[in-house]
């Protein structure tokens, strides 16, 4: 998943001027690298939500934060112990994915449009200036496009994973309260 966002892709094309039939592709893709790029900064705000949420839901529930105390699991009350592992496995799976959605990813190979690697590709796209090669664009968007895709595959999964977890705490909390349940202390 990391290291998806890690894929090498070889130009597409050999440089040759670009047609009006290719420069349509290139709009194209061009739309292709926004919208996959709004993806990521979405996939980010959905993580800091439910991150958001999970923090407050800790800080504000005493039920919650007596899942994590060990005395909770030897009152005897298997129900009641079985619904606090749930909760407190589902609170952590859903602050760790939360977590892993906005880490920084890195690529050691990318492309002009990545201001990791501008320092590589700076040359080269002075050289294709010079050349008056449009295809060096087209080369350098598929590049782009194919680092945004793997990034936004490994970012909505680990998305999925905290609403998942999200989605396990508010149920497990709410079965906890039904049994009767009271905080510890």
Request: glycine share 4%; net charge neutral.
């Amino acid at each position: 998943m990391a290291g998806e966002a890690e894929t090498v892709v070889a130009p597409v094309l050999e440089a040759r001027k670009l047609t009006s039939d290719d420069k349509a592709f290139l709009d194209h893709l061009k739309k292709i690298n926004d919208t996959f790029y709004d993806q990521i900064k979405i996939a980010d705000q959905k993580a800091a939500y439910i991150f958001t949420f999970m923090v407050a839901f800790l800080v504000t529930s005493a039920e919650s934060r007596a899942v994590f105390d060990p005395a909770r699991y030897q009152t005897g009350d298997l129900v009641a112990m079985f619904l606090s592992a749930v909760l407190a496995v589902s609170v952590l799976v859903s602050m760790v994915s939360a977590i892993l959605v906005v880490l920084p990813r890195k690529s050691a190979v990318g492309s002009s449009l990545y201001w990791n690697t501008w320092p590589v590709n700076r040359a080269t796209f002075l050289n294709a200036r010079e050349r008056d090669d449009p295809a060096y664009l087209f080369d350098q968007y598929i590049m782009n496009v194919d680092a945004l895709s793997a990034i936004n595959r490994a970012k909505y999964s680990h998305v999925s994973w905290a609403f998942r977890g999200l989605m396990v705490v508010v149920v497990s909390y709410c079965f906890l309260l039904g049994w009767g349940t009271r905080p510890i202390g």
